[in-house]
């Protein structure tokens, strides 16, 4: 299953780099991962009214997922000019390979050594761990042989499930109302 997941996660790479095709005129947006992060990371936009700033500098923290308040009336799936770097002691370090298609499973490919990030997607969450409609994009880092092999490969929904989102500023969801509702019904039955 895990593989699946790994195809479909680079089959929208292609769909994903279609979307930095015109990046958002005038605005630059940095990620810094932990030193030599491997895996997949999400950045959980939340809606605000706030300042509509042309640079933004943001760390990843060490769990993968990032919560970003954005102006109310940016484009959520455009944030324009997206650079990504590694911190180390106080040091950056650009990473500059992009994926921008699916890469053969070869052993070519599997021995090449360049950590690159893995196109974008971008999508909205509405599941029984949240009350509310979580805007979010996704990203991977590795090798290619990291990406086939699934390393610290996981799905918004596991960090979802165990960490609180606070929903303010964001859409009701009705997924998680129903589900608790079915719960509450099948308790009063037993």
């Known amino acids: 299953m895990k593989r699946s997941i790994v195809l479909a996660l680079l089959t929208t790479i292609l769909f994903g780099a279609c979307s930095q095709q015109n990046p958002a005129p005038g605005r630059r947006v940095i990620y810094t991962l932990p030193a030599s992060y491997i895996g997949t990371f999400y950045i959980i936009i939340v ?68 950590v690159k990030i893995f196109g974008t997607s971008v999508g909205e969450y509405e599941g029984i761990h949240a009350d509310c409609i979580i805007l979010f994009r996704s990203y991977y880092i590795g090798t290619n042989a990291d990406a086939y092999d699934s390393v610290n490969f996981f799905d918004i929904d596991d960090y979802i499930k165990d960490n609180s989102i606070d929903c303010s500023g964001m859409e009701p969801g009705t997924l998680r109302k129903q589900h608790l509702a079915t719960q509450e019904k099948r308790e009063r039955e037993f």
């Open 47 to 114: 809606p605000q009214k706030m300042e509509n700033k042309a640079f933004r500098k943001h760390d990843i923290p060490p769990s993968g997922v990032l919560i970003v308040k954005k102006p109310l009336n940016e484009g959520w799936d455009n944030e324009g000019i997206i650079e990504f770097f590694y911190r180390n002691n106080g040091e950056t370090e650009e990473i500059t390979g992009r994926v921008g298609r699916a890469v053969k499973d070869t052993p070519e490919s599997r021995a090449d050594p360049e």
